[in-house]
């Protein structure tokens, strides 16, 4: 399917835009053109056609309607087209641009070119065509040597010809409606002895071995061959991709051939004029440099970037991935503390004790070639406030007596509390007012043990002994 678009800038009721759609390849092909409808009021649309650029001598009325199918187009031919408005038959806009396409293009093959085989000698030939379309193509060829065939669905000509002689080839490749040809000649060389020994060939570079281990990401193989009668090539292939031919042949050295990570197995080949061919295969491992830093990510006790506690500490737990692996998991809070955390790939870090304020917590993955990567959590500790000291009560006493009665006169420093309660040997006597003194008169003998407590709290003085 072709498109393309098409605009006209002159009238009023020019037209729009044109789209060129291509039916599927057959006998009598299609070609549509659609196109936008004009956004004033017309009469009509005229389609314009022809075969050459610039040269539309076919002229269509198809009224009101937005598209326009030519239905009798040759396969391999070119079509022009353009698009007019008009009002009515008199009065018509101007052309679009045209636009040019194919209902269908012919195929292509690749010429073989000459070939010399001996008779009774097993030979192979793969045609290469392709199609602009990318329709399936069957292939034929005339004029074979007998006992030599194609296959009409992949273009592979194998077989032994039986009969000597010069050959007259053509090969063809066809979509189905075109078709591409290629000639060429054929010699069967009638011949008593038949060449069957292979070559031999033999890698001696970069090793003799059979496997290598490359530290790039390439590598260049050479060796020898040798044959009965004379090596015509060497080749080579990669089974990760790639493939060429080497240069020399009873010596013979490749380009550098590239590798992919893991392992390539590379095969070299000897061929001779007979079509005889040998290998030998080195087996090469080759590890790219690891440049990708593992990824780690922090899920408890959040996967949002910042976070808010009350208790000086937090514990982390999450996971990291790396595609060669991760070695360790580390963090680091950066108001104090590192360590490792308990696992990888799923990982844990029991505790990290928190400063008050801001701690930015990094948690850091790292795989065996040093590369790291990293998640942060930024924590806000807020300790609780610190609660306020209880008041301290200073209580001091002298005493005096008088007869069977003693007078102790207390003193101590007011604080918050409306009364206090006094105790004379741990035993509460009164409560009276907190405003920093009282006097006990009591029969009571010395010494005498007084301490006092504001009502209905645990805020109490220190105990004083008189007349001890």
Same mark, same amino acid.
């Given at each position: 399917?072709?498109?393309a678009?098409?605009?006209?800038s002159?009238?009023?009721?020019?037209?729009?835009?044109?789209?060129?759609?291509?039916?599927?390849?057959?006998?009598?092909?299609?070609?549509?053109?659609?196109w936008? %409808?004009n956004?004033?009021?017309?009469?009509?649309?005229?389609?314009?056609s022809?075969t050459?650029?610039?040269?539309?001598?076919?002229?269509?009325?198809v009224?009101?309607?937005?598209?326009?199918?030519?239905?009798?187009?040759v396969a391999?031919?070119?079509?022009?087209?353009?698009?007019?408005?008009?009002?009515? %038959?008199?009065?018509?806009?101007?052309?679009?641009?045209?636009?040019?396409?194919?209902?269908?293009?012919?195929p292509t093959?690749?010429?073989?070119?000459?070939?010399?085989?001996?008779?009774g000698?097993?030979?192979?030939?793969?045609?290469?065509?392709?199609?602009?379309e990318q329709q399936?193509?069957?292939?034929s060829?005339?004029?074979?040597?007998?006992?030599?065939?194609v296959?009409?669905?992949?273009?592979?000509?194998?077989?032994?010809?039986?009969?000597?002689?010069?050959?007259?080839?053509?090969?063809?490749?066809?979509?189905?409606?075109l078709?591409?040809?290629?000639?060429?000649?054929?010699?069967?060389?009638?011949?008593?002895?038949l060449?069957?020994?292979?070559?031999l060939?033999?890698?001696?570079?970069?090793?003799?071995?059979?496997?290598y281990?490359?530290?790039?990401?390439?590598?260049?193989?050479?060796?020898?061959?040798?044959?009965?009668?004379?090596?015509?090539?060497?080749?080579?292939?990669?089974?990760?991709?790639?493939?060429?031919?080497?240069?020399?042949?009873?010596?013979?050295?490749?380009?550098?051939i590239?590798?992919?990570?893991?392992?390539?197995?590379?095969t070299?080949?000897?061929?001779?004029?007979?079509?005889?061919?040998?290998?030998d295969?080195?087996?090469?491992?080759?590890?790219?440099?690891?440049?990708l830093?593992?990824?780690?990510?922090?899920?408890?006790?959040?996967q949002?970037?910042?976070?808010?506690?009350?208790?000086?500490?937090v514990?982390?737990?999450?996971?990291?991935a790396?595609?060669r692996g991760?070695?360790?998991v580390?963090?680091?809070?950066?108001?104090?503390?590192?360590g490792?955390?308990?696992?990888?790939?799923?990982?844990?870090?029991p505790?990290?004790?928190?400063?008050?304020g801001?701690n930015v917590?990094?948690?850091?993955?790292?795989?065996?070639?040093?590369?790291?990567?990293?998640?942060v959590?930024?924590?806000?500790?807020?300790?609780?406030?610190?609660p306020?000291?209880?008041?301290s009560?200073?209580?001091?006493?002298?005493?005096?007596?008088?007869?069977?009665?003693?007078r102790?006169f207390?003193?101590?420093?007011?604080?918050?509390g409306?009364?206090v309660?006094?105790y004379?040997n741990?035993?509460?006597?009164?409560?009276?007012?907190?405003?920093g003194s009282?006097?006990?008169s009591?029969?009571?003998?010395?010494?005498l043990?007084?301490?006092l407590?504001?009502s209905?709290?645990?805020?109490?003085?220190?105990?004083i002994?008189?007349g001890?």
């Amino acid at each position: 399917m072709n498109a393309a678009h098409l605009t006209a800038s002159r009238s009023s009721f020019a037209v729009a835009v044109l789209f060129f759609v291509v039916a599927s390849p057959a006998r009598a092909d299609f070609l549509t053109v659609a196109w936008d %409808p004009n956004v004033e009021q017309i009469g009509g649309y005229a389609v314009y056609s022809g075969t050459q650029p610039g040269s539309l001598p076919q002229r269509y009325d198809v009224g009101d309607t937005t598209t326009f199918t030519l239905s009798n187009a040759v396969a391999g031919q070119q079509y022009c087209f353009a698009v007019a408005a008009y009002l009515d %038959p008199s009065v018509e806009g101007p052309r679009s641009n045209e636009v040019c396409g194919f209902s269908n293009q012919p195929p292509t093959l690749v010429g073989p070119g000459d070939r010399t085989s001996n008779v009774g000698e097993s030979v192979t030939l793969q045609l290469q065509g392709s199609d602009p379309e990318q329709q399936p193509l069957s292939y034929s060829a005339t004029g074979l040597p007998p006992g030599i065939t194609v296959m009409a669905s992949t273009g592979y000509i194998s077989g032994a010809g039986t009969t000597g002689g010069t050959y007259s080839v053509e090969a063809r490749a066809s979509d189905g409606v075109l078709s591409a040809s290629q000639s060429f000649s054929w010699v069967m060389v009638a011949s008593p002895t038949l060449d069957i020994t292979p070559p031999l060939i033999t890698i001696t570079t970069p090793t003799s071995s059979t496997s290598y281990v490359s530290s790039g990401a390439t590598v260049q193989i050479a060796g020898t061959a040798s044959d009965t009668t004379s090596v015509s090539q060497v080749t080579w292939v990669n089974d990760r991709g790639g493939n060429g031919t080497a240069v020399g042949t009873t010596s013979w050295s490749t380009a550098s051939i590239g590798l992919q990570g893991g392992t390539n197995v590379i095969t070299l080949t000897a061929h001779d004029a007979a079509g005889n061919t040998n290998i030998d295969t080195l087996t090469v491992t080759y590890t790219p440099p690891d440049t990708l830093a593992p990824a780690v990510s922090i899920v408890t006790p959040t996967q949002a970037p910042a976070y808010s506690v009350a208790i000086d500490e937090v514990s982390l737990d999450g996971t990291a991935a790396d595609d060669r692996g991760v070695t360790a998991v580390t963090w680091a809070n950066d108001r104090g503390g590192t360590g490792f955390s308990e696992g990888t790939s799923g990982w844990r870090v029991p505790s990290v004790r928190l400063q008050a304020g801001t701690n930015v917590i990094s948690v850091t993955a790292q795989d065996a070639a040093g590369n790291r990567g990293v998640d942060v959590l930024t924590v806000d500790y807020v300790p609780p406030p610190t609660p306020s000291p209880e008041p301290s009560i200073v209580l001091t006493a002298t005493a005096s007596s008088r007869k069977q009665w003693t007078r102790v006169f207390l003193r101590w420093n007011v604080v918050p509390g409306s009364s206090v309660d006094v105790y004379r040997n741990g035993v509460r006597i009164t409560n009276t007012s907190n405003d920093g003194s009282y006097t006990d008169s009591t029969r009571n003998r010395l010494p005498l043990s007084y301490h006092l407590c504001v009502s209905g709290t645990t805020v109490c003085s220190n105990t004083i002994v008189v007349g001890g």
